[in-house]
DNA sequence: GTCTATAACCCGATAGAC
DNA sequence: GTCTATCGGGTTATAGAC
């Protein structure tokens, strides 16, 4: 692994650990083993590399994201599974976290990638929610951007509720919920349908 | 107003603009229009003054909070109460932000407050959705605890998505979905009790 | 209790040898 | 391309006069 690469690793490994303010040049050499030098030879600086880790970091995350949600299947199934991945809850979202960084924030090059992950999540989190409505799994009076747009904020807040209780289990019970609400909304739909007949 | 009071109100504020790690003494100096060694003099440094701070700024939300989920109502309107609040979305949550900076989520004594009072909101939020269950309005199917979750991790993680699009459109979308899907449960809980008449 | 002065350290960035 | 040495400035904290 070469130079550049070693330090877009370190660097997104720190900054989803830390976030962007709170990751120093100096972290960044000791953990990717490379000369102080080398990555002002790379990058323009420090900014500019977390700009490539940022960019790293959302690419992580979204291909497994999108084939879960554009891959054939039953529409509530994929909301469920969805709901119901692995995460290292205690660590938060390589992604999420980056809102919170007042830098990041306040920086709309650097707040790019993020704001086109979530995006990109919720618009094929929208068109499988409208699959199920056309499919009549959910009612026709639910609005897809709303409800993509909870499911989405219940895994970030998830993130937030289970790091401040030092304990997953709130993550895990948010989602249950939102699991459970929508199954609950779907049996609705699926017996509005059978007294309709 | 004292110095100690002038101190703790500038920290407040530059802890929910930027979070614990990014305040740094001179701003708070320049903010609070307080000399350097009076802070010292009044607190022991930066991490007690943003102790305090902190139990400020949590004690600031807390009491409407408590006041709207516990006064006398319906439970389900006391939960689209605490679903339709009004709030500065892209400055983010005075508490909730707490726990993405990294020198807060790993510090016990900072982070307690935060733990506290997202425990404190969870349990009257449990209490009304048992009320409303009690009520008929909401199946015994749903827990309490999931849906507590749910609500709150709904608003913390409307914030990341308001943040990410720098638009607070993601935040009351998040938020009317979680009501519509509130609503849409509660309708067809009432209609399971007239279909068992 | 409040102030100014200053310490000791770390930050992000640059220079220049190799 | 990589290294060491160093800069100017900001950080948290302390000393000590008033």
Same mark, same amino acid.
């Given at each position: #692994?070469?130079?550049? *690469?070693?330090?877009?690793? /370190?660097?997104?490994?720190? #900054?989803?650990e830390r976030g962007y303010a709170a990751t120093s040049p100096r972290e960044i050499? *000791?953990?990717s083993g490379v000369g102080q030098g080398s990555m002002y030879h790379h990058f323009a600086g420090k900014r500019e590399l977390a700009l490539a880790a940022l960019e790293?970091?959302?690419?992580?995350? %979204?291909?497994? &994201?999108?084939?879960?949600? &554009? *891959?054939?299947g039953d529409p509530l199934d994929k909301l469920e599974g969805y709901l119901s991945r692995q995460h290292q809850v205690l660590k938060g979202c390589k $992604?999420?976290? #980056?809102?919170?960084?007042?830098?990041v924030a306040s920086d709309? &090059?650097?707040l790019a990638p993020v704001r086109d992950a979530f995006a990109t999540i919720h618009d094929r989190l929208a068109v499988v929610i409208t699959e199920a409505i056309a499919l009549g799994e959910l009612s /026709?009076?639910?609005?897809?951007? *709303? %409800?993509?747009? #909870?499911?989405?904020?219940?895994?970030q807040g998830g993130? $937030? %509720?289970?790091? /401040?209780?030092?304990?997953?289990?709130?993550?895990?019970?948010?989602?249950?919920g939102a699991r459970h609400l929508l199954? /609950? $909304?779907? %049996?609705?739909a699926a017996q509005d349908r059978k007294e309709q007949k």
């Open positions: #692994m070469d130079s550049r *690469e070693r330090l877009i690793q /370190a660097t997104s490994d720190l #900054m989803w050499r *000791e953990r790293r970091n959302c690419a992580d995350l %979204l291909p497994a &994201t999108e084939a879960l949600l &554009t *891959e054939s $992604v999420g976290r #980056m809102t919170q960084d007042p830098l709309p &090059t650097l /026709a009076d639910l609005n897809p951007d *709303e %409800l993509a747009s #909870m499911i989405t904020a219940t895994i993130y $937030v %509720l289970a790091i /401040a209780a030092q304990d997953p289990r709130p993550f895990d019970e948010a989602r249950a199954r /609950a $909304v779907a %049996l609705g």
